[in-house]
């Protein structure tokens, strides 16, 4: 069965340093997809980054970076140079993709608060 | 980018009514769309997987007689929350994809306080 840990409730770092927020997953699919989602407190989603499984190199997007370590099963985010407006839930995500309608499921989630 | 519109963004209702809770796609083709649940401070439980034309595939748990899901046209997925209680007030959210495109776009939520 498909599984995503994120072992951070919450962090606090200063603005403009970098940060890492952890995740993790576990799966017996060969080809699966990881997202990293944002969710400020208005509620909405906002997708920031997708790996694929088979992807040979690590995505990124702007600020945001997906440090993908396969063989560790971990999908780790890195947004640099973070700014107030990064204070926000962050949501890991994984999908199985032998199925177009497979689900996706989430990590229980890092909340974010960037020091001014 | 693609936009999913989410109607209402909040709703109170009397115990026993019933609310309808709208997706549109509103520049693309959502042929899956999915439906979730999130309580304070948790992470989203996916609530079922409806492909257009089809009826929706629940999870486990989840009432489908209580729980309404309608997609029955490419940019538009409703969820109907049926003589609602005061334990289905929640934060629902939609989130839309087209064909084998990876990427989900989400509605803004729906905040619903059952009285």
């Known amino acids: 069965a498909q599984k995503i840990t994120q072992t951070q409730p919450g962090m606090f770092v200063q603005e403009k340093e970098a940060v890492t927020l952890d995740c993790t997953y576990d799966?017996?699919?060969?080809?699966?997809?990881l997202f990293w989602y944002k969710q400020p407190s208005s509620g909405e989603m906002i997708f920031l980054i997708y790996?694929?499984?088979?992807?040979?190199q690590n995505a990124t997007e702007g600020r945001y970076s997906l440090n993908f370590q396969k063989a560790r099963k971990s999908a780790n985010l890195v947004i640099s140079a973070s700014q107030l407006g990064d204070s926000a839930m962050y949501f890991c995500?994984?999908?199985?993709?032998?199925?177009?309608?497979?689900?996706?499921?989430f990590g229980s989630g890092t909340r974010l608060s960037i020091r001014p | 980018g693609a936009v999913v519109s989410q109607h209402p963004s909040w709703v109170i209702c009397k115990s026993g009514t019933s609310v309808k809770i709208e997706c549109r796609s509103l520049?693309?083709?959502?042929?899956?769309m999915f439906w979730y649940r999130q309580f304070p401070k948790q992470s989203l439980m996916l609530m079922a997987t409806?492909?257009?034309?089809?009826?929706?595939?629940?999870e486990q748990g989840v009432e489908k007689d209580k729980f309404l899901i309608n997609h029955a046209s490419l940019t538009l997925s409703t969820l109907t929350v049926t003589s609602a209680h005061p334990e289905d007030s929640s934060f629902y959210i939609c989130?839309?994809?087209?064909?084998?495109?990876?990427?989900?776009?989400f509605g803004s939520g729906t905040q619903l306080s059952v009285l």
């Open positions: 995500a994984m999908r199985e993709l032998y199925s177009s309608a497979s689900k996706i499921i």
């Open positions: 799966t017996s699919d060969p080809s699966y997809g």
């Open positions: 790996q694929g499984s088979y992807d040979q």
């Open positions: 520049d693309f083709q959502a042929t899956t």
């Open positions: 409806s492909n257009e034309g089809s009826k929706a595939t629940y």
């Open positions: 989130s839309g994809k087209q064909g084998d495109n990876e990427k989900l776009f």
